[in-house]
């Protein structure tokens, strides 16, 4: 059964495919090459939704889709859903600059990365019940989320991880995210959380397990 990876962010492509792992026995996971949507949508989970529709829609496939980001208590939970694109460009350097400056020496540095793993199945080709199309769980829509919370650094540290890892301290943890080995971070992320939860699904509505 093959299933699409519904993002073109090659970082989260090795990522994903050494969180699934073995989750995706008899599963085939095959890249996304269709265009990007416009991910409008006014939370994690509906921006996943967005890219798995899309992914699934040009392909004809099942597709899977997440959206995170990183959350500041201090600026009103900004950066948020706008994480990617905070400095207004998908620039990491940039990103990282201006969330520190935004914060500043703000004594209140507690935050917390999200990601909503979304699935989308389609439908049987024509598919209409008595009340119109199939809803979202009819159709085969859904989402899990993955929390995972920490603290801002007052600076970079670790040569490891992409985004904002290097500025994010995990609650327990005396290191940065980007200072774990990527087998370390793979067991405790937001990402590794959310598709942890969502991996049953899958393998229920693809394989009928």
């Not at 940065?176 to 229920?204: C, G, Q, Y």
């Amino acid at each position: 059964m093959k299933l699409v990876l519904a993002t073109h962010n090659a970082h989260k492509v090795d990522e994903l495919r050494r969180i699934l792992g073995d989750a995706l026995d008899g599963i085939e996971l095959i890249g996304y090459d269709g265009p990007e949507p416009v991910e409008d949508g006014d939370s994690f989970e509906a921006n996943a939704l967005i890219k798995a529709r899309a992914a699934s829609a040009f392909t004809g496939l099942p597709a899977i889709a997440d959206d995170s980001g990183i959350s500041v208590d201090a600026l009103g939970g900004a950066p948020g859903i706008h994480s990617a694109r905070y400095a207004g460009g998908r620039d990491d350097a940039a990103n990282l600059e201006l969330l520190l400056s935004n914060l500043g020496a703000n004594t209140n540095r507690a935050a917390h990365f999200t990601c909503a793993a979304a699935l989308v199945v389609p439908p049987p080709v024509g598919a209409v019940g008595p009340d119109g199309p199939p809803s979202a769980a009819e159709a085969g829509e859904f989402v899990e989320l993955g929390i995972w919370p920490g603290t801002v650094l007052l600076e970079q540290i670790g040569p490891n991880g992409f985004g904002y890892d290097p500025i994010f301290k995990p609650s327990g943890m005396s290191v940065s995210a980007a200072e774990l080995r990527a087998e370390e971070k793979n067991a405790v992320s937001h990402r590794a959380l959310a598709f942890a939860a969502i991996m049953p699904t899958v393998r229920a509505q693809l394989l009928g397990e």
